[in-house]
């Protein structure tokens, strides 16, 4: 017969029965405890796991509560009183701290007697007030707005577990990440972003000198969410690159949208024979077209490398100047919208989503897919890497050239650009 375990979340102690459950490290801050303990009243082990149960059940809900809110009132108090500092007596103030932290003392609210005099004495900033800060930092650097948006968010998320700098060690924060990623339901990428939105703050605070500069940064993508792309990996989580379309399916995709939408035509068209990406199309002028030189200057381009002079291929020369001869609003692909970011590109992108999604190609064809199947109708052509570079807008693969050349001429690259050819 066998041995009857240990009921779990019980202990006994002087003949009477405790429940007992352990608060997870992460959000001890906010319950205010390591472990929750009462005493059942009993020595009657069945009697006193039901009585267990009940206990347990309110103490889980309460951690749950706790993992989605900070203590907000103490975080406002321990804030009103640090602002006293600067205009009463200090000892006066002193004695008002020592008294809330007796008072959290006593409640065995440790952790959050920690926080309280971090921040009302000025030991620390509340992550929430820097968090301002860090974004007013990143749009002086350049920083897009969408991607600072998304940081923001991200990076809410980690200020919200952890309101002051010294509550961020490697293990809590290894913790944290780990159930956010289980209760949110987290993709490996989410968690990779989440974590690198919170280390480039970490390396914020530390420039704030809100944290030591030989302090570790904790941020550290879990092994199990690490991502690879290399194909000999045995990573669980591994990213597939974009696939090229052929050409065949590309004009195919082009006569589907001919049908159904012109400036999701145009849109492709001008990728097929460009290599463009879809905000570069979207955002050329008409200005931006020479007819008489017949070439295309990109100038809202992704990097440095992609602001570039291209030749019009011959086939949609005509388009071209029809397009700029119908726009109403001076961009070449007139009538679209722009998001908040400035983005004129969402809603085709969409649209071509919803087009090849419909004829049954996976996630991992994309609108870039056909700037993939133009650099590989140069490479089959026989076009030159670095020629390649230059139309498509790449840094050049090779020092020499990368360093020290101008670039190809116009007319070398219209001669390499008349090479691509598809059966429209």
């Known amino acids: 017969m066998s041995k009857t375990s240990k009921p779990s979340h019980l202990v006994k102690r002087y003949n009477t029965y405790f429940a007992v459950l352990y608060v997870p490290k992460e959000i001890q801050y906010i319950i205010g405890k390591a472990k929750f303990s009462k005493s059942t009243g009993t020595d009657n082990r069945k009697l006193a796991e039901t009585i267990a149960q009940v206990y347990v059940m309110g103490w889980k809900a309460e951690i749950e509560a706790a993992r989605s809110k900070s203590d907000d009132p103490l975080i406002q108090s321990a804030k009103d ?126 420039f704030i000198k809100e944290i030591p500069q030989t302090e570790p940064n904790p941020f550290i993508v879990p092994v199990e969410f690490k991502i690879s792309n290399k194909p000999n990996s045995k990573s669980v989580n591994k990213t597939q690159s974009w696939l090229p379309f052929s050409p065949k399916e590309i004009v195919s995709l082009y006569k589907i949208a001919l049908d159904e939408n012109q400036k999701l035509a145009d849109l492709i068209l001008i990728a097929m024979y460009t290599g463009a990406r879809i905000e570069e199309i979207c955002s050329l002028l008409c200005k931006d077209v020479d007819l008489k030189e017949e070439s295309i200057t990109i100038v809202d381009a992704k990097t440095e490398a992609g602001e570039r002079t291209i030749p019009i291929h011959p086939y949609i020369k005509d388009r071209i100047e029809k397009l700029i001869e119908d726009s109403t609003d001076d961009y070449l692909l007139s009538g679209l919208t722009k998001n908040k970011y400035g983005d004129r590109a969402n809603s085709l992108g969409q649209r071509f989503g919803r087009l090849k999604t419909r004829q049954k190609f996976s996630s991992r064809y994309v609108f870039h897919s056909i700037r993939k199947t133009f650099t590989t109708m140069l490479e089959n052509a026989g076009v030159g890497e670095n020629l390649a570079a230059d139309i498509v807008g790449h840094e050049k693969p090779r020092i020499t050239y990368g360093l020290y050349s101008g670039g190809a001429s116009l007319e070398v690259m219209r001669e390499a650009i008349k090479k691509i050819s598809y059966d429209i």
């Open 81 to 206: 009183i640090r602002k006293l500092l600067k205009s009463s007596p200090a000892h006066l103030v002193q004695d008002a701290i020592d008294e809330e932290i007796a008072k959290l003392n006593l409640a065995k609210k440790e952790i959050h007697a920690e926080v309280f005099e971090q921040i009302a004495t000025g030991k620390n900033q509340y992550l929430e007030d820097v968090l301002k800060n860090w974004k007013k930092h990143e749009e002086d650097r350049g920083l897009s707005q969408k991607n600072i948006d998304q940081m923001f968010s991200d990076i809410e998320i980690m200020t919200t577990q952890f309101p002051t700098a010294p509550l961020i060690t490697a293990k809590s924060v290894d913790l944290w990440i780990r159930h956010i990623a289980k209760k949110g339901k987290l993709s490996a990428s989410s968690v990779t972003r989440i974590i690198g939105s919170s280390k480039n703050f970490f390396k914020y605070l530390q």
